[in-house]
Antibody
Framework: QVQLQESGPGLVKPSETLSVSCLVS????????WLWIRQPPGKGLEWIGY???????NYNPALKSRVTISADTSKNQFSLKLKSVTAADTAVYYC???????????WGQGTLVTVSS | DIQMTQSPSTLSASVGDRVTITCRAS??????LAWYQQKPGKAPNLLIY???SLESGVPSRFSGSGSGTEFTLTISSLQPDDFATYHC?????????FGQGTKLEIK
């Protein structure tokens, strides 16, 4: 079955770069789109961006200047980098899969990243 | 960006009740709407896509309806496992946006 597993640093200092990875098993990265979504503690969900099956990317304009999503299909994983973080970037970061239409049918369990000095 | 507004924000109900959650879009999204269930400390779980299509494995007591700007999620007979937070999400256009969530509590 499809499984997604995030890994991240847990704690990042303000102004530094947040890096989170997602390991995919049970599905080909060349067939689906792969996304990042975040949820600040006690708040709603925010779509960050995706990398498509062809390698193209699309980002939320609210974060676009700070976000990079990349994929390494040989390792079956994709990654999120968010630069110049502040406390407002503290959230659970989820990776997810889209089958073509942009609803999300498989999710990782999420990784909490806290921005604090 | 398309704004998604859910109502109510909190809903208290009992096992066996029929409940309805509403999601409104700030502009027409046709039927490009999904619903998710989220339990504390867990990732969201897809329930419904394209407004009314039930995801595989989701119990038939869940149903969705609507088109354009107004949508509903209905649970026909609440079970203990259904007490959770529910989110709607539009995928008509990027950026894909979510409602603020509806917390379904035990009365």
């Amino acid at each position: 079955q499809v499984q997604l597993q995030e890994s991240g640093p847990g704690l990042v200092k303000p102004s530094e770069t947040l890096s989170v990875s997602c390991l995919v098993s049970g599905a080909s990265m060349m067939t689906y789109h792969w996304l990042w979504i975040r949820q600040p503690p006690g708040k709603g969900l925010e779509w960050i961006g995706y990398i498509s099956s062809s390698g193209s990317t699309n980002y939320n304009p609210a974060l676009k200047s700070r976000v990079t999503i990349s994929a390494d299909t040989s390792k079956n994983q994709f990654s999120l980098k968010l630069k110049s973080v502040t406390a407002a970037d503290t959230a659970v970061y989820y990776c997810a899969r889209s089958s073509g239409y942009f609803y999300f049918d498989h999710w990782g369990q999420g990784t909490l990243v806290t921005v604090s000095s | 960006d398309i704004q998604m507004t859910q109502s109510p924000s909190t809903l208290s109900a009992s096992v066996g009740d029929r409940v309805t959650i509403t999601c409104r879009a700030s502009q027409s999204i046709n039927r490009w709407l999904a619903w998710y269930q989220q339990k504390p400390g867990k990732a969201p779980n897809l329930l419904i896509y394209k407004a009314s299509s039930l995801e595989s494995g989701v119990p038939s007591r869940f149903s969705g309806s609507g088109s354009g700007t107004e949508f509903t999620l209905t649970i026909s007979s609440l079970q203990p496992d259904d007490f959770a937070t529910y989110h709607c999400q539009q995928y008509n256009s990027s950026p894909y946006t979510f409602g603020q969530g509806t917390k379904l509590e035990i009365k």
